[in-house]
């Protein structure tokens, strides 16, 4: 399990956590938050490529934590601008290792999705983690910036799961960078 530590301080220190459009009020639990992290209402529309994840020392790294608006032992607080608080358990639940691929898209709106494509291990231990922990968010941490925390609803058993990150750009760039494609490139895919 990755650890939360190496960019809690950066982000707490600096109070710069990028929501991208997607904060459900502080108070409110549940909810899409702009994203569904399950199944999204009406299934996003790749944009961009479908990128591989494989070795690549230019990608940046992904993990999605749990999280939680109210305070938990052990969770680590972080401010959310403009206010509000969100607790994350240190434990990342997965990582980039646990994905085979990954994708911008738009949703009916037009505004950005980035679509994660789980491998069989990252489905079983986000499935596992979500059951264990109903009606929670999971936080989506792109190299060090978190770029949406949805909630959930029920158990995750979908492969490909939905994050709301803003624009179309957004979802792209994050997409290209975990897979460690330079965005300068022209648009490959697998």
Not at 33 to 55: C, D, K, W
Not at 88 to 107: E, F, K, M, N, Y
Not at 163 to 186: I, T
Request: charged share 15%; net charge positive; glycine share 12%.
């Amino acid at each position: 399990m990755h650890r939360l530590k190496p960019w809690m301080t950066a982000l707490a220190g600096a109070a710069l956590v990028t929501l991208a459009g997607c904060q459900t009020p502080p108070g409110s639990r549940g909810g899409a938050g702009g994203a569904a992290a399950s199944a999204p209402a009406a299934s996003p529309q790749p944009t961009g490529p479908r990128h591989a994840i494989a070795e690549n020392r230019q990608a940046l790294d992904l993990r999605v934590f749990l999280a939680d608006t109210r305070s938990r032992p052990g969770w680590t607080p972080v401010p959310l601008k403009p206010s509000g608080m969100l607790y994350v358990r240190p434990d990342a639940v997965i990582g980039r290792a646990d994905l085979i691929g990954i994708q911008s898209a738009t949703d009916q709106k037009g505004d950005g999705v980035l679509v994660l494509i789980l491998g069989d291990e990252g489905l079983r231990k986000l499935r596992e983690a979500t059951a264990a922990n109903p009606g929670l968010r999971l936080a989506l941490v792109v190299g060090h910036t978190m770029l949406a925390a949805p909630g959930y609803a029920a158990p995750i058993t979908q492969q490909q799961l939905a994050f709301g990150v803003g624009s179309a750009r957004n979802a792209e760039l994050a997409a290209r960078s975990v897979a460690g494609v330079d965005a300068a490139s022209p648009a490959g895919g697998f």
